[in-house]
C-alpha cells in the first residue's frame, strides 16, 4: 500500500503537518510519502492519497484544489482524505458559538467531497509568524491593516496529538482495506 500525502502550504506549517501524517503511517508499516502538490506528476503508482492545503480566508491554496481536480477521476477511485490547516487559537468555539473546526472548513471541501467522495475531512489548527515575509495579496494587507493583524494570534497552534491521532485512524482504515482484500501484508 503506497500513500501519497499532498499538500500545498506557504510558510510551512502545512508541510509539517503532512510531513507528520506520512512520517506517522510509516510507523504503522504503511509506505508513505509527503510531496509538494507543485512538484507532482502521475499519480498512478499510490493506492491512496490524503490531500491538505494552508487556508485563507476559508478558502484552500489555489494550487491543491487544482491537484484536486487536475487527478479526480483517479482519486474518485481511490481512498482519499482531506485536510486543511488554518484557524489560529486554541479556543474551540468561536465568538457566535460555532464550532471552530467546522466554521473553518474550506469553502471548497463541499465541492471536492462530491467529486471525488473522500473517506474524511479534518481541519487542524495552524500557525503564524508575522515576522515571515507576506505572501500574496490578502497577507500584504493583513499587514498593513494594524488592527487586523494585531487581532490575530501569533504562534504555533497546531495539534500534534490530534495530527498522530488521524493519521493512526487513516492507518487503520487502510489496514482494514488490505485485510479485507485478502492480503497478510502490505505491499
Do not use: C
Amino acid at each position: 500500500m503506497r500513500v501519497l500525502v499532498a499538500y500545498a502550504s506557504r510558510h510551512g506549517a502545512t508541510a509539517r503537518i503532512a510531513d507528520r501524517v506520512s512520517a506517522r503511517l510509516r510507523e504503522r508499516g504503511v509506505l508513505a510519502e509527503a510531496r509538494p502538490v507543485s512538484e507532482i506528476g502521475d499519480i498512478e503508482g499510490y493506492d491512496a492519497f490524503v490531500v491538505g492545503s494552508a487556508a485563507y480566508m476559508y478558502h484552500w491554496l489555489k494550487e491543491a484544489t487544482s491537484f484536486v481536480k487536475r487527478h479526480r477521476v483517479l482519486l474518485s477511485q481511490r481512498p482519499v482524505w482531506l485536510f486543511s490547516s488554518g484557524p489560529l487559537g486554541t479556543d474551540l468555539v468561536d465568538d457566535e458559538g460555532r464550532d471552530v473546526f467546522e466554521a473553518s472548513r474550506p469553502k471548497e471541501f463541499a465541492e471536492l467531497k462530491a467529486m471525488i467522495r473522500p473517506r474524511g475531512e479534518r481541519v487542524f489548527f495552524g500557525a503564524w509568524d508575522p515576522n515571515q515575509p507576506a505572501i500574496g495579496m490578502a497577507e500584504r494587507f493583513l499587514r498593513m491593516s494594524r488592527s487586523a493583524s494585531e487581532a490575530l494570534p501569533v504562534g504555533d497552534f497546531r495539534d500534534w496529538k490530534a495530527i498522530e491521532s488521524w493519521a493512526d485512524e487513516i492507518a487503520g482504515a487502510l489496514d482494514q482495506k488490505v485485510t479485507l482484500a485478502g492480503l497478510d501484508q502490505f505491499e
